[in-house]
């Protein structure tokens, strides 16, 4: 449980519109690879030079308390990663905001960005079951910040949303990328039950209880999309035009009259903001990669569980594969089963 810091991150936010860009949003880890650092996959914590690997175990039992959650680092080296420079991080970690509790879900979500620019990859760690006050499921972030030495919990700082509600579980998904060019460092992208909140860097001096990141925008997600109340679960990132920024999907599933098909929002980014473009078809998971190696990110979606048109359950499953183009992920898609050509098994 952790008291409310009103304090914390009071900067100004506004609501983004239909259409509208992100007129100052900021920037974060990229799709192709990406990043503040061309090639980098903003995973090298320590800086020197080998990608690190962070894994959330949100299940995990800490200080007694079952899924509480933690996550663990697997720092690189010449001879790749091991089991013998490793690090371990939970709420029960010095430093780290909070205390590990029951159902909290540390790691349920996590990504990696350089946020403050200085060459040092840090962490995003989602906390979707945190507690804040007597505000149960609120949920909460905390960043993780590299150094020479790695992460530290020391060095770590906590997000919330700014009015927590029961429930709303801030962190269910985090993502980071380079969005536009306001900031030198990668911009956050936090997910909760209904809204999607970015933050930057924020250099200016900052009192002792305040996280150096400020609240760029917050939306309603159900509002931004074409006319379709998308339940939000997860994020991904991709340069899917290749101009050399990156590009934001959230992927959930339909609430209303056709509840329970995945649907994505497409924002494409570019050098003064994020710009909703379209809703895409396909959900809730989804992850990004130049499958053709064509130069342009290439957008995955998965659906394990989606009503067919009869609005029965199918339950075989089906991943979406969009690639990318001077105009974003393709509106043409190809669909793939386990009754398509070639896929080893049969749906069922």
Do not use: C
């Not at 074409?226 to 050399?244: C, E, H, K, Q």
């Not at 998965?302 to 594969?321: I, R, Y």
């Amino acid at each position: 449980m952790r008291k409310n810091r009103s304090a914390a991150l009071a900067a100004a936010s506004f609501l983004l519109l239909s259409g509208a860009a992100i007129a100052t949003a900021p920037s974060a880890y990229a799709g192709t690879p990406g990043g503040t650092h061309a090639g980098d996959r903003n995973s090298d914590f320590n800086g020197d030079g080998y990608e690190d690997v962070l894994v959330g175990a949100p299940g995990a039992t800490v200080s007694g308390k079952k899924g509480a959650g933690l996550v663990t680092v697997q720092y690189g080296s010449s001879r790749g990663i091991g089991t013998t420079h490793v690090a371990r991080f939970s709420q029960s970690t010095s430093g780290v905001a909070g205390a590990a509790e029951t159902g909290d879900a540390f790691g349920k979500a996590v990504a990696t960005g350089d946020l403050d620019g200085d060459g040092y990859d840090d962490a995003v760690v989602g906390i979707p079951g945190e507690d804040i006050g007597t505000t149960a499921d609120a949920g909460g972030v905390a960043i993780l910040w590299g150094s020479k030495a790695g992460l530290t919990g020391a060095a770590s700082d906590w997000l919330e949303t700014q009015e927590p509600t029961a429930g709303e579980k801030f962190g269910t998904g985090v993502t980071a990328a380079h969005f536009t060019n306001d900031t030198p460092g990668d911009v956050i992208a936090v997910l909760d039950r209904d809204d999607l909140e970015l933050f930057a860097y924020d250099s200016a001096p900052q009192p002792a209880s305040k996280a150096p990141l400020e609240r760029r925008s917050t939306s309603r997600l159900s509002k931004l999309a074409d006319a379709r109340d998308i339940v939000p679960m997860s994020l991904t990132t991709g340069d899917y035009d290749n101009n050399g920024f990156a590009d934001l999907v959230v992927s959930g599933v339909t609430a209303g009259s056709e509840p329970g098909h995945g649907w994505s929002s497409y924002l494409s980014g570019h050098a003064d903001g994020l710009t909703y473009e379209r809703d895409l078809r396909g959900g809730p998971v989804a992850a990004s990669g130049d499958i053709n190696r064509d130069g342009y990110d290439d957008l995955v979606t998965g659906e394990p569980n989606s009503p067919d048109d009869g609005g029965a359950s199918m339950t075989g499953g089906l991943v979406g594969v969009r690639l990318g183009g001077p105009e974003g992920p393709s509106s043409d898609v190809q669909w793939w089963t386990q009754d398509s050509a070639g896929v080893p098994g049969t749906a069922e």
